[in-house]
């Protein structure tokens, strides 16, 4: 027996070898090995509290987040995916220059081999600090046509935020951020606060605390309204001067308010005080100091841009006939008449411009008085003009005294006609001219009586 095993044995060994030779290429050509690169694999730091013992916070300075490339059979790697590859880094065997070993695993899958790109995790050491921030509101989109943003609060208003140093004091703005696209009433939301830097860019907050995890933000919206501006002045200019006009911009503002408040609101009024002034003046106006609380002004406008002219010029006085006064809406039924002494009426003129020598004339207006609506008896009218197209300002207005009473209506006497008689009319003889002779007596026809 021993003889029959022994015989030929070394091919017997080879026949063996060529066996598994072969079997393991039959295996490899139905599911050979192969390598496939799976990228962005985050990195899961263990043991942080080994840092925070030391009263230090930490930020990963390299390999947090890596590529690994992962080795297996075909029919593995079909199936893998870079949610079965686990990376983890452990603080607790921090070494001294600050680093640890990423340790690689694909629990779900046998015999998968697997390879990172960084084989290290670095990390920096720094003290913690903590830092308070306003919360500040960044609103999206517009309400629609008719309502705009009114007040906004937010609660907690402050909110204190710990990490390393080096990231607390990179942190410019703590905000958050809510929609009010198409909104037509007031409405409330909790948002998650985010840090920014100074130029704007959203920080990596996962190595910040936050105090608040979430904020209340209470959102108004509001109606709005087109009101005018109207700019007036008070006081005199000092002696011998002029104001020749004012001008400003914007004339008509779109506010916005609880309709309880706006809905009382006709215009913007703005009294600028002139006493004593000889000099022109330019100045902004901020809107906030001439409107009431709880209304603000829809867009960007948050002022009035003012020009005052004050000139020294002499007043030119100019004397207006009353019959160059139109009489305006005066009811047909009534009749006006002046009651004042004299035939004309005063004004004081001058130029707005440099036409200070020109002799201002009593042609150069168009006077008239309204009666609209105006009843019997005595009224005491302001004289108004038509647009002074030649550069005039009259300084001051000036007033007539009249009476209108109903017309007075002539009483027409009326003749009556005859009455017709039945009876005709004697006839009466014309008598012939007598020529100057003595006319004869007429013969009588009758005999005489014997």
Known sequence: MKEKIMNNF??????????????????????????????????????????????????????????????????????????????????????????????????RYENVNLQPDVEMLRITLEDEATAQFKVDVNTVGTPPEGFALGDVIVRPNLIKVSGAQSLVERISEVRVEVDVSNMTEDFKKRVEPKAYDANGKLMDDTRLTFSSTEVRVSVGINETKEVPVNITTTGEPHTGYHLISVEYEPKQLQITGKEGIISKITEIPIIIDISGRSTDLETELLLTDYLPDGVNVVGEVNSVNLKLTISK??????????????????????????????????????????????????????????????????????????????????????????????????????????????????????????????????????????
């Open 10 to 107: 070394a091919l017997k060994i080879l026949a063996v070898v060529v066996a598994i030779l072969v079997w393991i290429v039959v295996v490899n050509l139905e599911d050979p090995h192969a390598s496939k690169t799976f990228r962005n694999i985050t990195v899961k730091i263990l043991n942080e509290e080994a840092i925070a013992s030391l009263d230090k916070v930490y930020e990963v300075k390299s390999g947090g987040i890596i590529n690994v490339k992962a080795s297996a059979r075909q029919s593995v790697l079909a199936k893998l995916s870079a949610s079965d590859i686990v990376a983890e880094a452990d603080l607790s065997n921090l070494s001294l220059t600050n680093a640890v070993s990423i340790k690689l695993s694909c629990p």
């Open 313 to 450: 010029q002499e007043p030119q006085k100019v004397q207006i006939p009353l019959s160059n006064i139109k009489i305006r809406n005066l009811d047909d039924e009534m009749e006006l008449e002046y009651r004042i002494d004299t035939a004309y009426v005063e004004i004081f003129a001058i130029y707005l411009s440099n036409n200070e020598s020109q002799i201002i004339q009593s042609t150069d207006f168009e006077p008239y008085i309204d009666c609209q609506d105006l009843k019997e008896g005595n009224h005491e009218l302001v004289v108004k003009f038509e647009e002074l197209s030649n550069g005039i300002q009259i300084l001051k207005e000036v007033s007539v005294k009249v009476r209108i009473k109903t017309k007075e209506v002539e009483n027409i006497p009326v003749t009556k006609k005859p009455e017709t008689s039945h009876t005709p009319a004697p006839v009466e003889e014309t008598p012939e001219p007598s020529n100057g002779a003595e006319e004869e007596p007429e013969e009588s026809t009758e005999p005489e009586e014997q």
